[in-house]
């Protein structure tokens, strides 16, 4: 069978604007088919990277492709086939949802299959597209954006803050619809402060800080390899009290119950020591991909 090749490849992709530095020697690749993670606090280079990604930018140094073309140089092969939700949505006001999609889908150049059938399922009604966009909610203008996105049916999809706006019964079928992606082949890359949102769609994760790549990894090999949870109860009913280790594991308390994120290596260790105490019930469990995003970020930033 024939291989078809990462549907990402970044290669120390570096841009700056003047002396200002946005993203330095980036490297990643995501494959065919994958739904990926990208995580970073707001000014760690993410839209910066996207942007070099879809074409918006060129980069300073190093190369960028996207299912095997130059973004910017081969715009015409790319566009057909790629999805984009930016980050900060910006519609004509004086047009309406109907004629958006219709204008961005000849932009796109490419049919649009899927439209009736996303605008039914993100809840836009007939009456909500005949409306301007400019009377739209900031949760409309976001579903708006992911039926553009999503109408021509692309082969790869680049979401930067998708469900920003978005209402819980909303965010369930934009779900739905990467699992859809994920079992038909598409490639995703997702953008997020939402870490529940990425723990739960995507396989592995780039994180960036300061404008550089701290780890590529997947979700569930980040999570084994940073803190467990321990959270441990005291029979005598006393509060907060001296616990050892807790200059290395800082406790967070709640009346009689304290909460620690210790590193795996030092698990049994501080099991050693806090068992020696009044304790009722304790309980150690890995942490979710908040806390290893938080562990990362307290370290230094390496080259990965």
């Given at each position: 069978?024939?291989?078809?090749?990462?549907?990402?490849?970044?290669?120390?992709?570096?841009?700056?604007?003047?002396r200002?530095?946005g993203?330095?020697?980036?490297?990643?690749?995501?494959?065919?088919?994958?739904?990926?993670?990208?995580?970073?606090?707001?000014?760690?280079?993410?839209?910066?990277?996207?942007?070099?990604?879809?074409?918006?930018?060129?980069?300073?140094?190093?190369?960028?492709?996207?299912?095997g073309?130059?973004?910017?140089?081969?715009?015409?092969?790319?566009?057909?086939?790629?999805?984009?939700?930016?980050?900060?949505?910006?519609?004509?006001?004086?047009?309406?949802?109907?004629?958006?999609?219709?204008?961005?889908?000849?932009?796109?150049?490419?049919?649009?299959?899927?439209?009736?059938?996303?605008?039914e399922?993100?809840?836009?009604?007939?009456?909500?597209?005949a409306?301007?966009?400019?009377?739209?909610?900031?949760?409309?203008?976001q579903?708006?954006?992911?039926?553009?996105?999503?109408?021509?049916?692309?082969?790869?999809?680049?979401?930067?803050?998708?469900?920003?706006?978005?209402?819980?019964?909303?965010?369930?079928t934009?779900?739905?619809?990467?699992a859809?992606?994920?079992?038909?082949?598409?490639?995703?890359?997702?953008?997020?402060?939402?870490?529940?949102?990425?723990?739960?769609?995507?396989?592995?994760?780039?994180?960036?800080?300061?404008?550089?790549?701290v780890?590529?990894?997947?979700?569930?090999?980040?999570?084994?390899?940073?803190?467990?949870?321990?959270?441990?109860?005291?029979?005598?009913?006393?509060?907060?009290?001296?616990?050892?280790?807790?200059?290395?594991?800082?406790?967070?308390?709640?009346?009689?119950?304290?909460?620690?994120l210790?590193?795996?290596?030092?698990?049994?260790?501080a099991l050693r020591?806090?068992?020696?105490l009044?304790v009722?019930?304790?309980?150690?469990?890995?942490?979710g991909?908040?806390?290893?995003?938080?562990?990362?970020?307290?370290?230094?930033?390496?080259?990965?």
């Amino acid at each position: 069978m024939h291989d078809p090749g990462p549907a990402i490849e970044i290669r120390s992709l570096t841009k700056r604007y003047g002396r200002t530095t946005g993203v330095e020697d980036i490297d990643i690749s995501v494959g065919t088919g994958e739904v990926f993670g990208f995580l970073g606090p707001n000014g760690a280079g993410k839209t910066t990277t996207i942007r070099c990604l879809v074409g918006l930018l060129r980069p300073t140094s190093g190369s960028v492709r996207l299912l095997g073309h130059d973004p910017v140089d081969g715009h015409r092969q790319v566009a057909p086939r790629l999805g984009y939700v930016p980050g900060e949505l910006r519609f004509y006001p004086e047009l309406t949802g109907a004629r958006t999609l219709g204008l961005l889908a000849a932009l796109q150049g490419a049919p649009s299959p899927r439209r009736a059938e996303l605008c039914e399922r993100l809840g836009l009604t007939a009456a909500d597209l005949a409306r301007t966009v400019g009377e739209y909610s900031r949760g409309m203008k976001q579903k708006l954006g992911l039926v553009q996105a999503l109408q021509h049916d692309p082969e790869l999809v680049v979401l930067d803050e998708p469900t920003e706006g978005l209402d819980p019964l909303v965010q369930e079928t934009f779900y739905e619809l990467l699992a859809e992606a994920a079992a038909a082949g598409r490639t995703v890359l997702l953008s997020s402060h939402v870490l529940p949102e990425v723990q739960r769609t995507c396989g592995r994760v780039a994180i960036v800080r300061q404008g550089r790549l701290v780890t590529v990894q997947s979700v569930a090999e980040l999570r084994r390899a940073r803190a467990r949870r321990v959270r441990l109860a005291f029979a005598d009913g006393q509060g907060e009290r001296p616990l050892p280790g807790a200059d290395r594991w800082p406790p967070r308390w709640t009346g009689n119950r304290a909460e620690l994120l210790v590193p795996p290596d030092e698990v049994v260790d501080a099991l050693r020591g806090l068992l020696a105490l009044p304790v009722a019930d304790l309980t150690v469990e890995e942490a979710g991909l908040d806390e290893a995003f938080l562990d990362l970020y307290r370290s230094p930033v390496e080259k990965t």
